[in-house]
């Protein structure tokens, strides 16, 4: 019915323990976000600070592997000239990859 002390001096001394517990399990997250979240947050930035950069005259490289030269840019997609006279109309994000770009023309005076 009491309360043994044997009894008593463990029940205050579980507090502590359980924060004890809860430092793998911090640990291990950090770990993950400076691994895996980190650094796949920082190609996310880099594509799209890439794919809004995307001007007339780059080539470019689809994820599908199309290779190409970027005709119209409009909002939201792109056209693409695959070979002379053949267009297709392609979705901005899909640009895996941007081969050249083009430079502003120099003024030579």
């Known amino acids: 019915m009491f ?10 001394a579980g507090s502590g323990a359980a924060f004890a517990q809860f430092i ?11 691994l895996m979240i980190r650094p796949q ?3 996310v930035k880099q594509h799209r600070a890439m794919v809004e ?10 994820q599908g592997g199309i290779l190409g030269k970027v005709a119209t840019v409009r909002d ?3 056209e693409v000239e695959i ?3 053949v267009k297709v109309r392609i979705v901005r994000s899909t640009v895996a990859q941007v081969l050249n770009k083009t430079e502003p023309a120099a003024a030579n005076g």
């Open 83 to 85: 070979a002379q006279g």
């Open 53 to 62: 950069a995307l001007k007339k005259g780059d080539h470019v490289v689809t």
């Open 24 to 34: 793998p399990l911090i640990l291990i997250f950090a770990i993950m976000y400076f």
């Open 76 to 78: 939201d997609e792109l």
């Open 3 to 12: 309360a043994t002390p044997a009894f008593a001096q463990a029940a205050g």
């Open 41 to 43: 947050q920082k190609r």
